[in-house]
């Protein structure tokens, strides 16, 4: 059985005149984190256009800035968020079969 992720949305994916716009706010803002300065495409886009949640976002985060910004650090984190994804997979499948 598949489980199914009602709460995840499909976005649209960035324009390049957004993702110019974007950058230009970022950079005035100064919001731009430097550890994700040489990845090719910053975490947050690439979360927010495939609609991921919160754990997997996270997990994407951190193992994106790894080696830039807190070690190993970063990937314990991404474990533990891991983790929490698998218990929580396990746990909705659980109550869907109950349910069928």
Partial sequence: MRVERSSIRKR???????V???????ES???SPEHYSK???EPFDFIHENGLGFAEGNIIKYVCRWREKNGIEDLEKAMRY??????????????NETED
């Fill in 39 to 41: 990845l090719k495409r």
């Fill in 29 to 31: 803002d100064s919001i």
């Fill in 12 to 18: 649209d994916t960035l324009s390049v005149c957004h």
């Fill in 20 to 26: 110019k716009r974007k950058r230009e706010i970022m």
């Fill in 82 to 95: 891991l983790q929490l994804l698998i218990v929580y997979t396990k746990i909705e499948k659980e109550k």
